[in-house]
Every structure is written in C-alpha cells, then in structure tokens.
C-alpha cells in the first residue's frame, strides 16, 4: 500500500530532565493494522435489527487511558507508508515522553499534526490517482474505491485526531466516558510485514521500544499463560482494545497510550456491515463526549456539541441502556 514515502521529521528537542527515581510505569502503543468495531445486536426495542457497542472493561491495576485516534467513526484509513508513521510518531515520543510522563491530550495531538502530517500525504497520493485518472481517461474499481474513501475522510477533516481519556479514580468534575471495544488484527499474509502494533516509547515495564504486538513471542507466551487449553495460534493475530489493556498491565504497566491509525469500519458479528444510519447515529454519541472510542475532542469542545434533543431515537436507546447496565453493577457490587 506504500505510494508515497513520507518525510521522517522531528522538529521539537526536549531537554531529558526525568527523574531516575520515577517509578511511573507507562507504555505508548501505535496501532498500523487492520481494525474494525464489531457491534452486537440488539432486538429488544422492535423486530427490526438494532446494533450496540460493546465497551471496555479497564483493567483493575490501569490508571490512566489515553487513546487518540485518526479517523472518524465508521470511516476506512488508508495509510501511504506505515514505516515513517512509526518512525515519526517514535520520534515524537522519544522528544517529549522522557520530559513529561503523560503530555496532555491536545499537546499530543498537536505534534501528531504537525510532525505526522499523514492527512497531507493521504491529499498527495488522492492528487496522484486523480491526475492518473484524467490522463488515461479510465480507472479501475479498486483506483475509484480508494478516491472514494480519501474523499470521504477529507470531509470529515474537523474529526481528525481525537481521544477519550480514562482516569483512575476519576474525580468528580470530570468522569470517565465508557470506551467502545474495537478489534485490531493482521491477516496471515501480513506476519512479516509492516502492519502491526508497535511500542513507540516505555518506561518502567518488561516490553521494549520498537517491539511489535501481534504474533511475537511476547503476546504469544501471554496468549499461552491467559488461555492454557483455549489456546490457538491463530489468536495471536487479533487483539481488542481490553487486551491490549491487560496485555500492558501483564507486562508491568499502569499508564497506557494509544495512537490508532487503523480503521474504523463497523460490522457485525457476521462481518456483514453496520447500516449507515446507526453509525451515524453512534457517531453522533461520540462527538457529543456520552461515549468514546478513542473519538473524544478536548479542543474546540463546543463545535462537537450537540444537543440531546437532537439525538436520534437509536442514540438515545444505546445510551440509555449503557447507563442502565452500569447501575446495574454499582448494585451489585454494594451487596
């Protein structure tokens, strides 16, 4: 899928003055795989099919979540080169992370833009297609479909670049949203190549910087320790947002950072996809800050707000079901 090499870039130094004593355990993911939502559904309401996402259960030694994500709900990301993403978003990590345990939310975001600059190579590679497509007079699908879905992410450029943020114990001005769980995998074809979940910076765990996720012997040995007799190879190619959470804290860490560049397609549990309706309508959750998926703006906060009278009634019934079930288990945890 690499067509355009982008630039590796580091503008910023920051002078390394962490403390040797900091015991912060913390590790920075950057997700460049395959990803998708996979909702289930939901018949309670009527005899038409309804879809809900399921949420994450944070891990009970995680204290803090941040997950950034680069593209809209519901939408596909093509990545023109994975290997200078990672390159760049490690250099990034390697300038301020050492300086600053957990930056904020919008200064993360900021170097992303700025030092990434992913969305103007994705214009560039678009630029390429369509100036090839004017001068051969044709092109074929899989040429349109690409356009297509740059197109369709351009469009959406204010949604760029947005997180959810969990922390443990929240306080009471501000807390947490429930994250939707999302699933990232590489096919069997992609074992050796660039696709991946990589470890861009860590401190105070057992994982190493630039080790890959999916299919190495770490994830393997966990998969074999978590899941004895359930074990299978084929396991060790896919893992959801919770396990990459427990997978973080097996290996040592209570602070965990997510940079998502993988898609955000929605299907069922079927792989059929999800009706654009109820995207939209869980979409419209998102950017209203009731529930996240990594899709939560702290920027600009008022752009994104939108009034609860206008929700869709297929919004409303997910977000009043979630609230229903987590009452449920404050109770049952008060017996």
Do not use: W
Not at 9 to 22: A, E, G, L, Q, V
């Amino acid at each position: 899928m690499s067509e355009t090499p982008l630039t590796t870039k580091s503008k910023r130094k920051y002078n390394d003055i962490s403390d040797p004593d900091d015991n912060t355990s913390i590790v920075y993911f950057l997700v460049v795989c395959h990803g998708i939502y996979v909702l289930k559904e939901d018949n309670q309401y009527n005899q038409d099919k309804q879809y809900e996402p399921e949420y994450v259960k944070i891990p009970e030694n995680i204290k803090y979540v941040n997950k950034i994500t680069y593209a809209p709900f519901g939408f596909k990301n093509i990545l023109p080169d994975t290997k200078c993403i990672r390159e760049n978003v490690t250099n990034i990590c390697t300038d301020i992370c050492p300086s600053n345990n957990l930056p904020g939310p919008d200064e993360l975001i900021d170097l992303l833009q700025d030092d990434v600059q992913l969305l103007e190579q994705q214009r560039k590679v678009f630029n390429i297609r369509q100036k090839h497509k004017e001068y051969y007079g044709y092109e074929s699908n899989e040429n349109l479909k690409i356009r297509c879905f740059y197109k369709m992410l351009f469009n959406k450029e204010p949604q760029l670049y947005q997180n959810v943020v969990y922390s443990n114990p929240s306080n009471e001005t501000k807390k947490n949203i429930p994250i939707i769980q999302k699933q990232f995998s590489i096919f069997p074809h992609e074992i050796n190549t660039k696709y991946n979940i990589y470890v861009v910076f860590e401190k105070n765990g057992k994982l190493n910087k630039d080790d890959s996720i999916l299919n190495s012997d770490r994830y393997k040995a966990y998969n074999k320790e978590t899941y004895k007799g359930s074990y299978h190879h084929d396991m060790n190619r896919d893992i959801t947002t919770q396990k990459l959470l427990e997978f973080a804290q097996y290996y040592g860490y209570e602070n965990v950072v997510i940079f998502d560049y993988s898609c955000e397609s929605c299907k069922d549990r079927s792989g059929n996809p999800i009706p654009r309706n109820q995207v939209m309508s869980i979409r419209e959750l998102i950017l209203s800050g009731q529930i996240g998926r990594g899709n939560k703006k702290t920027r600009n906060r008022s752009r994104n707000h939108m009034s609860s009278r206008n929700y869709k009634p297929i919004s409303r019934r997910i977000l009043r079901k979630y609230k229903k079930n987590q009452k449920t288990k404050r109770t049952q945890k008060t017996r």
